[in-house]
Nanobody, 115 residues
């Protein structure tokens, strides 16, 4: 079992920045990939950014150049630095962890970007 706890969401004006963090606990040795997804009202959940255990990253086209995902293996955390935020970034952001078996989700944190 893996537990994920997110923090760092909130309300910010367009053009501003936020940093999301996700702390993993439990069977963290089994995690091979962590990422951030988001879900806006009436829309499907979508991948925002991900990072493998080897450090390879991938990003949604809509956030490339604005968001940066990073991972601290010593602290078992993954972070998402979000810059130049836009109103369309407004969503609930979920931390995600994959293993060779199950995958896991955090409880979600709200990010609201006002215009």
């Amino acid at each position: 079992q893996v537990q994920l706890v997110e923090s760092g969401g909130g309300l910010v004006q367009a053009g501003g920045s936020l940093r999301l963090s996700c702390a993993a606990s439990g069977s963290i040795f089994s995690i091979n990939y962590m990422g951030w997804y988001r879900q806006a009202p009436g829309k499907q959940r979508e991948l925002v950014a991900g990072i493998s255990s080897g450090g390879s990253t991938n990003y949604a086209d809509s956030v490339k150049g604005r968001f940066t995902i990073s991972r601290d293996n010593a602290k078992n955390t993954v972070s998402l630095q979000m810059n130049s935020l836009k109103p369309e970034d407004t969503a609930v952001y979920y931390c995600h962890a994959r293993t060779l078996g199950p995958f896991y989700w955090g409880q979600g944190t709200q990010v609201t970007v006002s215009s």
